[in-house]
């Protein structure tokens, strides 16, 4: 029980400390903005271009991340994530923070594919719910912990991407011993068992229309989140001109709160099990935020408009144990490494598709509402389609 509470605050370590890397980028992109003098609409197509670099980092070095040991592959893509976020601070020019920015977007897309193999590959099927929404609650805690950092930085964009970048430096070798001290006799027990399993012979074409329509209630979801990730300071700071301390307070308590709730919806996720336990948490979260979202934009109270986009974000929160674990459940293992390559790339699409619309949207209208409004109405359709690909990969 401890071994594997370690090893899940491994995985946590390395989904939250990730996620921040990208949060404190997020919660200073007024400023990167105004200090190199670009367009909203062209920095929103330079975040597509990243996007499109980590949609296509999978297909060339996938195959080299997942082979290595897994604590291995973890640092590599941790100091490949928090290395460019600290040079991000000593660019001179737009040219030269595009080239730091796509060095560190080749990492992006593992974080959550690599802790979702460890817990399928360490963790009892049975637990697998709970396991899943300790290590998701990073999602949420690196996007409190970017907020706080900037405010702890006293606003200064340079100082906030230093040390947003060495703290995922220092995660690297403390995780390492954690690893070798107390897990690592364990885990080659756990390696050697996995490779005695028997397949499923299951063919990656059948499994293919699984993950099809489970990419499709990814990419449904993770849009509003995108928004929510990168677009979060352009709403609350610049229009809405709330404050970073104020902010990161907010986020901090819902950061608390939301884990708090996540945990307990893996719970009973595997309680219930099967596909019921995994899907009723979509409808349960998705739906309210994309309603909240949508109240958001009629308000015309600063306070009340956080309030409201607040407890969108901890709505959807409710939802993210069951991305992974529906995934967990429905993909054989032999599939696993292409089956998370597309996958993911529905996220990042969906991040393609929320940085070019979100900038040409504020570019135009000079407001985030109509973004957010987009992102609401296309959140409703992500448990529809993750209930299609219950069916399917139940009848196959």
Known sequence: MERTGILLGICLGLTSFSILQGSVFGAVLPSIVEEFGVDWSIIGVAMS?????????????GRFVHRLHPMNSMALVMMMLSIPTILVAFVKDFFSLNVV?????????FSYPLAAKVVEMYVDSRKRGIATAIYNTGSMIGLA???????????YWKRSMITGGFLGVIYVPVAYILWKSLLESKVQRKLEWNDSQKRSH??????????????????????????????????????????????????GIMAVVSSVMEVFVGLWSDR?????GRLIPLYTGLFPSAFLLILS?????????????????????????????????LIPQEHFEKASSIYVGAVLLSGIASSIMNGYI??????MKYAILLSAFILILSPIFFTVAGKVGTRI
């Not at 489970?214 to 929510?228: C, I, Q, R």
């Not at 219930?272 to 019921?276: A, C, I, P, S, T």
């Not at 009629?298 to 529906?326: D, E, Q």
């Open 145 to 155: 912990l970017g907020y706080a950092v900037v405010a702890l930085a006293g606003g």
């Open 202 to 251: 299951v063919s990656f074409k059948r499994v293919f229309s699984i993950v099809l329509w489970l990419s499709f209630g990814h990419f449904s979801a993770v849009y509003t989140w995108n928004l929510m990730f990168n677009w979060l300071s352009t709403f609350l700071v610049r229009e809405i001109q709330l404050g970073y301390s104020f902010i990161a307070l907010v986020l």
């Open 101 to 109: 920015k796509i060095v560190g977007s080749l990492a992006a897309p």
């Open 49 to 61: 271009v990243w996007t499109v670099i980590s949609a296509l980092s999978p297909m060339f070095f």
């Open 272 to 276: 219930v099990r099967g596909m019921r």
């Open 362 to 367: 504020v570019s135009l209208t000079g407001s």
């Open 297 to 329: 934009t009629l308000s015309t109270n600063s306070l009340l408009t956080s309030i409201l986009m607040g407890f969108s974000i901890l709505f959807w929160r409710l939802s993210t144990p069951s991305f992974w674990a529906i995934f967990g459940d």
